[in-house]
């Protein structure tokens, strides 16, 4: 595995530094459980600054496609990754907690040893579906190959009948 990508996360923002590279998504290894497979790669830009109210933040961009399983059909599904985060960096647990009471802030506590790797695949995780699917017209449960649905018999059928009858 390669060395992890280490920034002082005060530092880095303060000084309105700026990370940017793609990476083999096969790197991030708690992403392998949502994951039908682990090929192609993602393109990350990570930008310090400081707010409007003086506060630093880290702003996370991803832009990649990853492979997840439908769970409608359970075929796989392609996801399109298209991630823009802002995350205000607190200086200690308290101004965290505080922080952490808006709804509308996203907030991290700042750390002098902050594994960029690690915070890209939580943003990752974090934006992925609960129960990925396809389009409504995009998978066929029960379907073939051919693509054309195989249309059973609704248990309900004998109960419609009996119903326009009476």
Request: aromatic content about 4%; some cysteine.
């Amino acid at each position: 595995m390669a060395v992890p990508l280490v920034i002082d996360s005060l530092d880095f923002a303060c000084n309105a530094e700026v990370r940017r590279g793609k990476i083999a998504i096969a790197r991030f290894q708690r992403l392998q459980d949502y994951l039908v497979n682990d090929s192609g790669e993602l393109g990350y830009t990570v930008t310090g600054a400081v707010d409007a109210n003086g506060r630093p933040v880290l702003r996370v961009d991803i832009q990649s496609v990853v492979s997840l399983r439908c769970q409608r059909c359970l075929e796989e599904l392609e996801h399109v990754l298209d991630i823009h985060t802002e995350l205000l960096l607190a200086q200690n647990e308290q101004e965290l907690k505080s922080l952490d009471e808006d709804e509308f802030v996203d907030c991290i506590l700042a750390q002098p040893e902050m594994d960029v790797l690690l915070l890209i695949e939580d943003e990752i995780i974090l934006a992925l579906p609960v129960s990925p699917r396809h389009e409504q017209d995009g998978c066929m449960p029960g379907g073939r190959e051919d693509g054309k649905a195989i249309r059973e018999a609704s248990p309900f059928a004998a109960l419609a009948a009996l119903k326009k009858t009476h």
